[in-house]
């Protein structure tokens, strides 16, 4: 069974500029989560995603935005970028976000440069 | 409010030495549930174990174990001689009220040498 797949890989962008990641989850999971991982500030939660509705936000600025889409995928879109949105960006799935304690099970990342 | 503390930073040891990942936890909540997941260099965390509030029993996996004591909010992982391929971070964290997100601890990182 295919795991969560994240695209790009890497991504390189400048000041200023929109990023957009995708990400796409295990196969029959409902529920969509972003975390971001930045040097020295651990793991921070972004936003999940569940049948298709934002259901929770982090502590972050309205840049940070995203969707999910019918068949469950989803998108995080980061804009007017800034130096420090550098980090590694995770994104989750899980079977039914709304049962508490489901486990989250993670993609391989995609990495954010910010010139 | 909801928290989790992994007070060592970075453990280094010797393979085949035992080692122990502690982890103490803050919640109101009666019901929760607790993880620890691995990140290896490449980036990507690995779930190792879930653990509900109600289930006190230990938990082992191979060279894994697991402490679950709710009395001192303790949630202690143990590997059991240690090999160079645990060399990773290892995360625990704790679901939120809300439900969906994690809390994490921020992170242990341990370095096996041979």
């Known amino acids: 069974e295919a795991g969560v797949t994240q695209s790009p890989t890497h991504l390189i962008k400048t000041r200023g500029q929109q990023a957009t990641l995708r990400c796409s989850p295990i196969?029959?999971?409902?529920?969509v989560y972003w975390y971001q991982q930045a040097l020295g500030l651990g793991l921070q939660f972004l936003l999940w995603?569940?049948?298709?509705?934002?259901?929770n936000r982090g502590n972050f600025p309205p840049r940070f935005s995203g969707r999910q889409f019918p068949n469950y995928s989803s998108e995080l879109n980061v804009n007017a970028l800034e130096l420090e949105d550098s980090a590694l960006y995770l994104c989750?799935?899980?079977?039914?976000?709304?049962?508490?304690?489901?486990?989250?099970?993670f993609g391989p990342g995609t990495r954010l440069l910010v010139l | 409010a909801q928290k989790v503390t992994q007070a060592q930073t970075e453990i280094s040891v010797v393979e085949k030495e035992d080692v122990t990942l502690d982890c103490v936890y803050e919640?109101?909540?009666?019901?929760?549930?607790l993880f620890w997941y691995k990140q290896p260099p490449s980036g990507e965390l690995v779930f190792l174990i879930r653990?509900?509030?109600?289930?006190?029993q230990n938990e082992i996996s191979g060279r894994y174990s697991w402490n679950f004591q709710k009395s001192t909010s303790s949630f202690n992982f143990t590997i059991t001689a240690s090999q160079v391929v645990d060399s990773a971070v290892y995360f625990c964290?704790?679901?939120?009220?809300?439900?969906?997100?994690?809390?994490f601890g921020q992170g242990t990182e341990l370095s096996v040498k041979p």
């Open positions: 989750a799935s899980s079977l039914k976000g709304w049962l508490n304690g489901e486990t989250q099970y």
């Open positions: 196969s029959g999971h409902t529920s």
């Open positions: 995603y569940d049948e298709g509705e934002e259901r």
């Open positions: 919640t109101r909540d009666t019901t929760y549930y």
């Open positions: 653990r509900n509030s109600f289930d006190e």
């Open positions: 964290a704790l679901s939120d009220t809300l439900g969906g997100k994690l809390i």
